[in-house]
């Protein structure tokens, strides 16, 4: 069993960035809760994204959800946000209190299976400022996320992201730091994402 505290969390020494990671930030049967209602009650998307000159669906599902009026693009997508909801308020309000932010947006993934993927790139729309703080929250299977740094090919870094945990990325890490989650043979079942941001 975790034992784990929600406030107890592993800080990641790497040039350029500030990563700190809460493995059991939500316990398992809210983290369990969370995440039915999120795939139930969210109403998920699939757009096209061109990459390369060539168009094709997104390979995962997308939702946004925001403050009035900052709207959000990446990847020649623009999206318009849904109003928050009582689901989403709760999570940011509890990540809020740890972080000392502010959010004024949440950009949320499904992964359905190990086909979906998100592949390397880094969160430093121009919207986003400098040194945006990105805090990513998980339900369902655990993804390995893949860091590299953009010149020094020796620094890169895994780290699991499980059921419940949050993760947040601060500093500089937009900008010298590109991160992935890979597809996998594995047979493996959804996993939900919510990455917090702040648009400028």
Not at 62 to 79: D, F, P, V
Not at 101 to 108: I, N, Q, S
Not at 161 to 168: C, I, P
Request: charged share 25%; hydrophobic share 35%.
């Amino acid at each position: 069993m975790n034992s784990l505290f929600p406030s107890e969390k592993i800080s990641f020494n790497l040039p350029n960035a500030s990563i700190e990671y809460y493995p059991n930030f939500f316990n398992l049967e809210k983290s369990n809760e969370l995440f039915e209602k999120l795939k139930s009650e969210i109403p998920w998307q699939q757009d096209d994204i061109t990459v390369f000159g060539k168009t094709h669906p997104q390979p995962r599902l997308t939702a946004l959800y925001g403050n009035e009026g900052k709207q959000y693009s990446y990847s020649n997508i623009i999206m318009q946000p849904h109003s928050w909801n009582v689901l989403l308020t709760y999570i940011k309000e509890k990540i809020e209190a740890v972080s000392d932010e502010k959010f004024t947006t949440v950009l949320l993934n499904l992964y359905r299976n190990g086909k979906d993927s998100n592949g390397w790139h880094a969160d430093n729309e121009k919207e986003l400022g400098r040194n945006p703080v990105i805090a990513s929250v998980s339900f369902g299977v655990t993804r390995s996320f893949h860091l590299k740094h953009n010149t020094d090919k020796n620094q890169r870094l895994k780290i699991e992201l499980e059921h419940g945990s949050l993760l947040l990325m601060k500093g500089e890490t937009q900008h010298f730091w590109k991160h992935q989650i890979a597809k996998t043979a594995k047979e493996i079942g959804p996993r939900i994402n919510l990455t917090f941001r702040i648009i400028k």
